[in-house]
């Protein structure tokens, strides 16, 4: 068993598509669009999307 941290990747398919309606309908630049729609994502899954995910319970 791994003990480094987990990371949980948010779904870059989701965030895209919401940076580029971002994009097109505010008239922003992509890489403003991105950060907003990062922080969208965090927001829609309960500020808990962006966070360390803990290993499971040592049973030593």
Do not use: K
């Amino acid at each position: 068993m791994s003990t480094s941290p987990n990371y949980q990747r948010p779904p870059l398919r989701w965030i895209t598509r919401r940076a580029r309606c971002l994009q097109n309908g505010f008239g922003i630049d992509r890489r403003e669009a991105l950060r907003f729609a990062v922080i969208d994502y965090a927001w829609f899954q309960g500020m808990r999307g962006l966070t360390l995910v803990q290993g499971g319970h040592s049973h030593g």
